[in-house]
């Protein structure tokens, strides 16, 4: 997944507070859901969003399916965000 989709799925606010959730740690879509006033059909769409943009991954456990944030895609980012300052990032 490229930049501008990375950049696109974190504009919208609803999946930004969605990976706020998943700094607490892995949680269904169910537990996900309980949070906003949203249907789950468009909860189930806002994590595919994520999930394509690989900034979230999920994991299968019996008839579940848990989310966690992909903390990798983030330091792309922010090592991208980093040279745009003129700060270079010690591994470059």
Excluded: C
Excluded at 3 to 9: D, F, G, P, V
Excluded at 49 to 56: G, V
């Amino acid at each position: 997944m490229g930049m501008n989709e990375t950049l696109k799925a974190i504009s919208d606010p609803v999946r930004r507070d969605i990976m706020n959730l998943l700094k607490g740690g892995k949680k269904s879509a169910g537990e996900i859901g309980e949070h906003f006033q949203l249907t789950g059909a468009t909860v189930s769409y806002h994590l595919s969003k994520l999930k394509a943009a690989d900034l979230i991954a999920e994991e299968r456990y019996k008839n579940f399916i848990y989310y966690q944030l992909n903390t990798s895609v983030f330091e792309e980012v922010l090592s991208w965000i980093y040279t745009l300052g003129g700060i270079r990032n010690e591994n470059d």
